[in-house]
Structures are given as structure tokens and as C-alpha cells.
């Protein structure tokens, strides 16, 4: 398989690609000006080599491969294939309410991760796939970023409708017995003795 590497200056100034020009060039890459990076079309044999190289000198390195790079649609077809209810979405992170014009499309496995993933691009999966979608509210957007671990598995497994009103149901069942119990505890002063027993 073929990947199109493009390695550039890392965050620090001691980090600068233009200090490896000599040794980037003699390996084959060539310059950009436009992006002021490195790119070449490494193999399934280079493309391990090449990114220790980046690694060990603090440079950034990405896979500039199809698959990886965010479309211009994902928005739309995300909202053509989940039409809101009644105006509302459920974010699918923190599973509040949200009205639809607040809702944002969100990368599961963000599209800064996944662009520096030899796995995610050996997948051949389309990082803008409606599975890799999911309606966030903002603030989870904000938050989560290119965050991987749990964020990623909450993405999995809440972006289906089933499982993000089932998390409700049980927000909702809990919230009334909650109330239930204070009712009861406001109405008779105290919890009844018979549910103390166990433990007089
Ligand atoms: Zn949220």
C-alpha cells in the first residue's frame, strides 16, 4: 500500500524541518513551498523508517493519504442521514438536549489522529464514513478535540439513536427516583425504620 508522508517543523523552534533539508531531500522528499513541509510517496516498507525519523527529531509528521483527509460534505450528509426529532438532538458525548441548530458534526476518531495512524490508513476506512460521525453539542465538541481513549468509545457507542435514548430513559428513571425519595423523605420525616433494620 502507498502513503504520501509529509513531514514539517515541529512546535519549537529546535524542531525547524529546514535544518534537515540536506538529509530530507537525499531520502527522497521533496519541498512544498505552499505548506513549507516535505512530502514524498513512501511504501508499506518506508513508512515506518521515515516516521521514527520525524519522531526522533520532534518533527510533525502526517499521512496526506485519501482516506484521511476531512471532506466537505460530512456535515450534510451527516444531518440528511440523522433528521432531527422535534428540533433536538441528543449530543451524543454528554447526552444533553440540544436544539438542531446547535448541534456540530463530530470525527469519532478525529481527523488530526487519524492522519498520523499507519492502522487507521492500512484500515482503508474513510475517516469521513457516516460510522466515524456522530452530533455533538459544542462544549463536548470543544472539549474532546482530537482526544482519543474513552471519548472514542462514548462516539462508538452513543452514536446509535438506541443507545443514546436508552442513556436517557435511565437519566430520567433515576431523576424520579431521586425525587420519589425525597418526597417521601419531606412527607414522613425520615427514612422508615423497616429500611434501617438490616443495619440496627
Ligand atoms: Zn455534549
Given at each position: 500500500?502507498k ?5 514539517s ?8 524541518a ?12 521533496s519541498?512544498?513551498?505552499s505548506?513549507?513541509?516535505?512530502v ?5 516498507l518506508?513508512?515506518?523508517r521515515?516516521i ?11 499521512l496526506?493519504d ?5 471532506n466537505?460534505v ?5 444531518v440528511?442521514?440523522?433528521p432531527?426529532?422535534?428540533?433536538m438532538?441528543l449530543?451524543?458525548?454528554c447526552?444533553?438536549?440540544?436544539l438542531?441548530?446547535n448541534i456540530?458534526?463530530d470525527h469519532i ?9 499507519l492502522?487507521y490508513s ?8 457516516i ?5 455533538a453539542?459544542?462544549?463536548c465538541?470543544?472539549v ?7 471519548w ?8 446509535h439513536?438506541g443507545?443514546?435514548?436508552?442513556r436517557?430513559?435511565f ?6 427516583a ?9 412527607q414522613y420525616g425520615g427514612v422508615?425504620?423497616?429500611w434501617l433494620s438490616p443495619?440496627?
Amino acid at each position: 500500500m502507498k502513503h504520501l508522508l509529509k513531514i514539517s517543523s515541529g512546535r519549537y523552534a529546535d524542531e525547524d524541518a529546514s535544518q534537515y533539508r540536506w538529509q530530507l531531500w537525499l531520502r527522497g522528499f521533496s519541498y512544498e513551498r505552499s505548506t513549507e513541509a516535505w512530502v514524498r510517496p513512501v511504501g508499506e516498507l518506508g513508512v515506518r523508517r521515515y516516521i521514527r525519523y520525524a519522531k526522533a527529531r520532534g518533527l510533525r509528521y502526517e499521512l496526506l493519504d485519501k482516506n484521511l483527509q476531512r471532506n466537505t460534505v460530512y456535515k450534510a450528509r451527516w444531518v440528511r442521514e440523522n433528521p432531527p426529532f422535534l428540533g433536538m438532538y441528543l449530543c451524543t458525548y454528554c447526552g444533553r438536549i440540544v436544539l438542531a441548530k446547535n448541534i456540530t458534526v463530530d470525527h469519532i476518531v478525529s481527523v488530526g489522529r487519524a492522519k498520523t495512524s499507519l492502522r487507521y490508513s492500512r484500515s482503508g476506512r474513510d475517516v469521513n464514513d457516516i460510522r466515524n460521525l456522530c452530533g455533538a453539542c459544542r462544549d463536548c465538541n470543544t472539549v474532546k478535540e482530537a482526544k482519543g481513549g474513552l471519548w472514542v468509545l462514548r462516539g462508538k457507542i452513543f452514536r446509535h439513536k438506541g443507545m443514546r435514548l436508552l442513556r436517557l430513559a435511565f437519566r430520567l428513571l433515576f431523576l424520579c427516583a431521586v425525587t420519589a425519595l425525597a418526597v417521601y423523605l419531606w412527607q414522613y420525616g425520615g427514612v422508615p425504620e423497616e429500611w434501617l433494620s438490616p443495619f440496627l
